[in-house]
């Protein structure tokens, strides 16, 4: 894989190995079925189509998968999409494994348990500081291997974690300019505030939305989460209503995901932490892939923005 299938251009034939990320099923204009697959590998992702697909292809074909494709690069909708010509399921002659097609966060696993470590440490209210241990507890094998998200931002292997230790640290950072902010309750925040997501989704090789993910999503689960961890524990009094305050608001807007706007200052800080993160997140993400002087592709939820990547 010294080549990946996200940056061979129109017009290049592709022969290698893909994990499967996604598969959807489909009827073309001519009645006949087809799946749309999401394959990947660690230059990112590329849509395909298995024209005329039958039953045994989608009991074969299945997220998480690892296939061995030819096929051709071809443009659909502005977007780079893989013809399929052949495709089967690797095996273990092939030598493969699912590790090999995963991203994982540009940062050390043991630096981030360090540092997560270090600030729990830290942290100085005792009811907080129980709880958030209670539920790394529960959650510890899982948090530093999920990904953040399904597309968009940290959606990688360990980007869940990723995203809390760059959120900590721009916290950290802040800490000096406005000493007022309670930092037990902000650095509690960052770190119980996307934990839901090992529950919302399915997986960290090829993430998709559980049901649970999609019936009740990652913020209503980790409010849920705080209020028993806290019964468990004989905990009462107002940390377990702020920190179940800090998880609701950190979305910022009703329309953007929040069932509760920050009505507390560690709560619109927790907010604009989140938004910093992901946004450079995605912005370094895109730029990356693009030279000096050229544009990125659109980063939607950026308003569809592309970004210039400046030669000085």
């Given at each position: 894989?010294?080549?990946?299938?996200?940056?061979?251009?129109?017009?290049?034939?592709?022969?290698?190995?893909?994990?499967?990320?996604?598969?959807?099923?489909?009827?073309?204009?001519n009645?006949?079925?087809?799946?749309?697959?999401?394959?990947?590998?660690?230059?990112?992702?590329?849509?395909?189509?298995?024209?005329?697909?039958?039953?045994?292809?989608?009991?074969?074909?299945?997220?998480?998968?690892?296939?061995?494709?030819?096929?051709?690069?071809?443009?659909?909708?502005?977007?780079?999409?893989?013809?399929?010509?052949?495709?089967?399921?690797?095996?273990?002659?092939?030598?493969?494994?699912?590790?090999d097609?995963?991203?994982?966060?540009?940062?050390?696993?043991?630096?981030?348990?360090?540092?997560?470590?270090?600030?729990?440490?830290?942290?100085?209210?005792?009811?907080?500081?129980?709880?958030?241990?209670?539920?790394?507890?529960?959650?510890?094998?899982?948090?530093?291997?999920?990904?953040?998200?399904?597309?968009?931002?940290?959606?990688?292997?360990?980007?869940?974690?990723?995203?809390?230790?760059?959120?900590?640290?721009?916290?950290?950072?802040?800490?000096?300019?406005?000493?007022?902010?309670?930092?037990?309750?902000l650095?509690?925040?960052?770190?119980?505030?996307?934990?839901?997501?090992?529950?919302?989704?399915?997986?960290?090789?090829?993430?998709?939305?559980?049901?649970?993910?999609?019936?009740?999503?990652?913020?209503?689960?980790?409010?849920?989460?705080?209020k028993?961890?806290?019964?468990?524990?004989?905990?009462?009094?107002?940390?377990?209503?702020?920190?179940?305050?800090?998880v609701?608001?950190?979305?910022?807007?009703?329309?953007?995901?929040?069932?509760?706007?920050?009505?507390?200052?560690?709560?619109?800080?927790?907010?604009?932490?989140?938004?910093?993160?992901?946004?450079?997140?995605m912005?370094?993400?895109?730029?990356?892939k693009?030279?000096?002087?050229?544009?990125?592709?659109?980063?939607?939820?950026?308003?569809?923005?592309?970004?210039?990547?400046?030669?000085?």
């Amino acid at each position: 894989m010294t080549q990946g299938v996200a940056n061979r251009e129109v017009g290049d034939q592709f022969e290698g190995y893909l994990l499967i990320k996604s598969v959807d099923k489909g009827v073309a204009s001519n009645g006949k079925p087809f799946l749309t697959i999401v394959f990947r590998d660690l230059s990112g992702e590329i849509e395909a189509k298995l024209w005329e697909a039958a039953k045994e292809d989608e009991e074969t074909f299945l997220a998480e998968s690892i296939v061995h494709v030819q096929g051709e690069i071809r443009q659909f909708r502005g977007k780079h999409q893989l013809n399929i010509r052949q495709i089967r399921l690797a095996n273990e002659m092939d030598g493969v494994r699912v590790e090999d097609f995963i991203e994982k966060a540009p940062v050390d696993l043991e630096e981030m348990k360090d540092y997560l470590t270090q600030t729990i440490f830290a942290l100085e209210n005792p009811n907080i500081q129980r709880i958030v241990r209670q539920i790394l507890k529960k959650y510890n094998d899982d948090v530093f291997v999920y990904p953040a998200a399904t597309k968009n931002h940290h959606e990688y292997a360990s980007g869940l974690m990723h995203h809390v230790i760059s959120m900590l640290k721009i916290a950290q950072s802040l800490k000096s300019l406005y000493p007022d902010l309670n930092m037990d309750l902000l650095y509690a925040g960052i770190i119980l505030h996307d934990i839901g997501k090992v529950k919302e989704l399915s997986s960290p090789a090829s993430p998709s939305y559980t049901l649970e993910g999609k019936m009740l999503g990652h913020i209503s689960m980790m409010v849920e989460e705080i209020k028993v961890t806290a019964q468990e524990l004989g905990i009462e009094g107002e940390e377990v209503m702020l920190l179940q305050h800090l998880v609701l608001s950190h979305h910022g807007k009703n329309e953007w995901g929040s069932p509760k706007t920050p009505i507390v200052r560690e709560a619109e800080m927790l907010h604009q932490i989140d938004m910093i993160d992901a946004k450079m997140n995605m912005m370094n993400r895109a730029l990356e892939k693009v030279e000096p002087g050229e544009f990125t592709d659109r980063i939607f939820p950026m308003e569809n923005r592309q970004f210039y990547k400046p030669t000085i």
